[in-house]
């Protein structure tokens, strides 16, 4: 069960985009449409952004979007906003276990 | 509104044992498979194990498997996590999250220390 692999950072500017990528096997990320993205600013506990690899669940803005291809998925925020700055992390479901999940290794996100 | 509040954190000497509970409120608890997710201070997140909505179905990671149990309690709409032979390694904050980890509950804290 290693972890999905994630950039350490990015950056970007006000009203830019930026992409974060998220890679994978073909047990994870590769097999499965069941990748999520979720923020977490500091202190907080994580939030829901991407589920099914492209879906927004209600409230989220659709400055987020998601999407795959192969073993690696990606989330884009457009329209980069200062409330943007926080922590993302992927997750897939795996078939390594019964039920089970594996996270991204984190990517912090720094708008300038 | 769905909410997850989690107890039973502290701090506990290695090799021993701990019980986490997740009162769960706000949906039909047993409609929907329930997770623990664990950070440790400073990390990123870490599946930790996760149940079906009946218990049929369970998994742990391999971090944990052998050491912890999750079990659930329907009638009483509470999710639990049995640790047993605690290590250093296994402090962290521990979230409760509902079926595809949405919404997460605010966390209790292990401390795993001598």
């Known amino acids: 069960q290693s972890a999905l692999t994630q950039p350490a950072s990015v950056s970007g500017s006000p009203g830019q985009s930026i992409t974060i990528s998220c890679t994978g096997t073909?047990?994870?990320?590769?097999?499965?449409?069941?990748v999520s993205w979720y923020q977490q600013h500091p202190g907080k506990a994580p939030k829901l952004m991407i589920y099914d690899v492209s879906n927004r669940p209600s409230g989220v803005s659709n400055r987020f979007s998601g999407s795959k291809s192969g073993n690696t998925a990606s989330l884009t925020i457009s329209g980069l906003q200062a409330e943007d700055e926080a922590d993302y992390y992927c997750?897939?479901?795996?078939?390594?276990?019964?039920?089970?999940?594996?996270f991204g290794t984190g990517t912090k996100v720094t708008v300038l | 509104e769905v909410q997850l509040v989690e107890s039973g954190g502290g701090l506990v000497q290695p090799g021993r044992s701990l019980r986490l509970s997740c009162a769960a409120s706000g949906f039909t608890f047993d409609d929907y498979a329930m997770h623990w997710v664990r950070q440790a201070p400073g990390k990123g997140l870490e599946w930790v194990s996760g149940i079906s909505w009946n218990s049929g179905s369970i998994g742990y990671a391999d971090s944990v498997k052998g050491r912890f149990t999750i079990s659930r309690d329907n009638a009483k709409n509470s999710l639990y996590l049995q640790m047993n032979s605690l290590r250093a390694e296994d402090t962290a904050l521990y979230y409760c999250a509902k079926d595809m980890f949405d919404p997460w509950g605010q966390g209790t804290l292990v401390t795993v220390s001598s």
């Open positions: 997750s897939s479901y795996t078939s390594s276990s019964t039920l089970a999940y594996v």
């Open positions: 073909s047990s994870d990320v590769g097999g499965y449409n069941y």
